[in-house]
C-alpha cells in the first residue's frame, strides 16, 4: 500500500476530530459561561535510518557517504485544549446571576470535591442553598451558604453578599497558575488534571464580581462555520486522495498480472 494512503488517512483522521469539536462548539454557542475548544495540528516526521547518521568524514573522503536526508510528514493532531477567553457579558437584572470580569472562577462542590466554573447563573435551593443551575452548592467562604427567603440579595465587586444589609459570607473566586492544565468535567466544570503540577491560587486584584449579569459562551459563530467548511474541504480533499491512490495501486496490479 502506497504511502499516500497512510498520510490520507491520518489527515482524515485528524480532520474528523476537528470537525466534532467545532460542532460541539456551536451546540454551545448559547451556554452561559461556555469555553470552546481548540485544536492543534503538528507534523510527524518519518526519519529514513540515513537521517540519524553523522556526517561524512570530510578528512577520508570528500563525497558524501549518504544522499540528503529525507523527512516523510503526517499531520496528526497534536493535542486539544481549551480557550478560557473572556466571553462578553449580558446584562439580566437577576439579583442572583453573576459574572466574573477577569480571570478567575467560582467554585461548586461536585460530589466529594470542589470544582471550578465561569457560570454564574445561581439559585436557591428550597433551602435557601446558593446553588448552581445543576443544584451544586455554591462555595462561599469554603462552604455552603443560606440566604435568608425573600431578602434583598447584593454582591459587591470583591463578590461579597450582603442580605438585607447583613453580610453571608464571600464567595470563593480563585484561578489556576496554569490555566492549560485545566480539563472539562462536563457540565460546564472544570478541574485541575490528575498529576498535574498545577495549583489553585487566589484571583488578581483586579477581577471583579458583577451582579445582575451573566457571561456568555466566547463561542464566536462565524469563525466555527468557516473552521467547519475548512474542515469538510479538508476531509474530502484526502478522501479523494486514498480513492486516487487505491485506484492506482488497482491498475498496477492488474497490469503486473497480465504481464506474468
Sequence with gaps: MR???FSAVFGALSNEMRLATTANNLANVNTTGYKKDECAFHDTFMRFAHDYLVDEK???RGEKLFPESDLVARARLSKQYTDISQGSLQQTGNPLDLAISGEGFFKAQVGDEAQLTRAGNFTLDTNGVLVTAQGYPVLVG?????IPPNSKVTVDPSGQISADGEIVGTIDVVTVDNVR???????NFFRIKEGSDAAEIPAPDNVTVEQGYLEKSNVEVVTEMVNMIETQRAFQAYQKIITSTDQIDRRLIMTLGRAT
Aim: proline share 6%; no cysteine.
Design 3 to 5: 504511502d499516500s494512503i
Design 58 to 60: 570530510t578528512y577520508i
Design 142 to 146: 469554603g462552604g455552603p451558604v443560606s
Design 181 to 187: 492544565e485545566l480539563e472539562k468535567m462536563g457540565q
